[in-house]
């Protein structure tokens, strides 16, 4: 069966640093998720993507973070200078091919540590 | 907002036992609802949705409109049943999941 791999599985950085999640989605799948779960809370949207661009963000998605589809098959979310609280399992999902279908396949998972 | 509530934290039967996990939504509106379920060191995958109206695993869920409720049953829960459970719920209009807080199930033998 497919699926979404991601990497790292787990990276621990310095505050301010910049971190590159990445995810390689499921290949025919055209939607692309990133959500992100702090230690004994819900896991929380973050931003989709659609069509090579951002088709919804949530408030948590500040400037700090970005997110990529560099070369057809990667997709990747930057964390352009990490707080201590973005650390958590930050998860990559895809859903798709066809719109609405709303059944997200989900990534191992890469867990983040700003110390 | 959307919000799903998944009043426990914990829930823990033996083996053979009723099993229900609660799951509450607020949306006004006609809302997509869906189980995940993480077992023990493995990722977050579907367990089951509203529309499709089916069983996996011997689990069900019933969309309850009137008490705006998607709770999980299986009439004889299993040790392999273990994991963790969400609950999420999507809004026509968005693209996200919103997810509860979860309920790791316990079966013990």
């Known amino acids: 069966e497919p699926e979404v791999t991601q990497t790292p599985s787990h990276q621990v950085t310095q505050m301010g640093q910049e971190v590159i999640l990445r995810c390689v989605p499921i290949?025919?799948?055209?939607?692309f998720y990133w959500y992100r779960q702090i230690l004994g809370q819900k896991v929380e949207f973050l931003v989709s993507?659609?069509?090579?661009?951002?088709?919804?963000k949530s408030e948590i998605f500040d400037d700090q973070f970005s997110v990529e589809r560099p070369d057809g098959s990667n997709f990747t979310l930057k964390i352009r200078s990490t707080k201590l609280e973005d650390s958590a399992m930050y998860f990559c999902?895809?859903?798709?091919?066809?719109?609405?279908?709303?059944?997200?396949?989900f990534g191992a998972g890469s867990r983040l540590t700003v110390l | 907002a959307q919000r799903v509530t998944q009043p426990e934290k914990l829930l823990s039967v033996f083996k053979g036992a009723p099993v229900e996990l609660k799951c509450n939504y607020s949306?006004?509106?006609?809302?997509?609802l869906f189980w995940y379920v993480q077992y023990s060191r493995q990722r977050l995958q579907l367990l089951l949705r509203h529309i499709s109206r089916e069983s996996i695993k011997g689990f069900t869920a019933d969309l309850n409109k009137g008490e705006t409720s998607f709770h999980l049953k299986k009439p004889f829960a299993q040790e392999e049943d273990s994991a963790m459970y969400y609950c999420?719920?999507?809004?026509?209009?968005?693209?996200?999941?919103?997810f509860g807080k979860g309920t790791k199930l316990t079966v013990n033998p």
């Open positions: 993507f659609y069509n090579n661009e951002i088709s919804e």
């Open positions: 999420a719920s999507h809004q026509g209009g968005s693209e996200k999941l919103v």
């Open positions: 290949s025919n799948h055209l939607y």
């Open positions: 999902a895809s859903s798709g091919p066809f719109r609405g279908a709303n059944v997200l396949t």
């Open positions: 949306y006004s509106g006609s809302p997509e």
